[in-house]
């Protein structure tokens, strides 16, 4: 029975590296067609009265973008995007000391921009440990088999952007009544700015606290070096 379970341990084990390595690889050249959560949330609107069940999404392509949307992620959410292999180390170590100090409030992440990328697009978004664990093996994946380009391109075209909402595509039409590639650097950190709880915070009637964080926004993108994938 022991060795009944251990060879399905290592032919489960050879499975799921087979599996997910084939699709890292495959959404370096083609766009995820979509993600564990955009399943979520449609099945929470179609059980919430009060909701509409919808789902905007649009790729497009990083150099089919204005240069701020990248620019202003980058500068909100991770600005050692382009030094770091996927994990900010400094940042993890700002944040367990913050969350060991606060303990009972609300948890400070560290997440950069290819965990979460990493997490949108193979991974449910509960927290647990199992699921972090999974979170490091794809990120570490996709900053092995990914350019730093594919992976904030997929990020820009797959993360939450509003209740059914996805992509900054999306958000724009949405929003602005505009493509992304028409968007200002004042639009695209009013996007920028509400990412950490889309589903609260809306670019189009952006509250004082995300009109403040929208100008701390700009301020940086202006004082910060362009993405050297930047158009």
Known sequence: MFKKILRFLFRFTLWFLGISVGLVILYRFVPPPVTPLMVIRVFEQAFDEKREVRLYK?????????????????????????????????AIEKAQKYNARHKG???????????????????????????????????????????KERIIEVYLNVIEMGDGVYGAEAAAQQYFGKPVSKLNDNEAALIAACLPNPLRWKPSKPTKYIQKKRNWIVRHMRMAEKPEFSN
């Not at 290819?114 to 900053?143: D, G, H």
């Open 105 to 147: 409030k609300k948890v400070k992440g560290a997440s950069t921009i290819s965990q979460q990328t990493a997490k949108n697009v193979f991974l449910w978004p509960q927290r647990s440990y199992v699921r972090k664990a999974f979170e490091v093996y794809f990120t570490f994946l996709i900053e092995l088999i990914w350019s």
């Open 58 to 90: 649009d790729w497009v392509s990083l150099d089919e973008m204005s240069p701020s949307m990248p620019l202003a992620v980058i500068t909100s959410e991770d600005q050692k995007f382009e030094e770091h292999f996927g994990f900010d180390l400094e």
